[in-house]
């Protein structure tokens, strides 16, 4: 409780003294769209080209959030699961990413602005990829990553709520 209150102390002071400008308004998280699809209710798409994950309510419904996926030379399909949920979680940056930038501490904390795993993490089998939050929302509805699933925060926390462990995720091209 002290951490939330010294963070939105240290929030309004930063205001206040115009060092940050004012968030934009709040997002809706999802929109329900008409989704023609063999999916079972509960699945997770990502469709990479289009740059959209949805979620599949069923009865010709899902909920489709705007993500950003990876770089050409990073993109991924295939079918895997959700293998673990973490708030805030820590990120420890993958060798891959380390080879490319290799000022990165080996870990940077969950809640960090400096975390671009934002708000909340959905790993995914295999330990490689992952879908989540961000700290660079500009980066949402492009071609950006190392292969991760990035969303809008309220948008991962709205997923995160619906998800289970094991929920079945697609990505398709």
């Known amino acids: 409780m002290v951490k939330v209150k010294f963070r939105l102390a240290l929030h309004l002071f930063c205001l206040m003294a115009g060092v940050l400008a004012p968030s934009a308004p709040a997002r809706a998280a999802g929109v329900m769209v008409a ?20 979620f599949v309510i069923g009865d010709g419904r899902a909920l489709r959030y ?43 904390a969950g ?15 295999g330990g490689v990829y992952a879908i989540h939050g961000t700290n660079a929302p500009g980066s949402i509805g492009g071609f950006v990553s190392y292969g991760c699933i990035r969303m809008h925060n309220s948008d991962v926390m709205d997923l995160f709520s619906r998800v289970g462990v094991g929920t079945r995720v697609l990505v398709e091209l």
């Open 111 to 125: 809640g960090s602005p400096a975390n671009p795993m934002g708000a909340a993490a959905l790993t995914l089998t």
């Open 66 to 108: 705007s993500v950003g996926v990876g770089r050409s030379e990073r993109q991924w399909t295939g079918s895997t699961a959700i293998e673990a949920k973490f708030v805030e979680p820590n990120w420890a940056p993958p060798a891959a990413i380390r080879r490319d930038n290799p000022a990165l501490p080996a870990v940077i």
């Open 35 to 54: 989704f023609a699809g063999a999916a079972a209710p509960g699945t997770v798409i990502v469709r990479t080209g289009e740059r959209h994950l949805y």
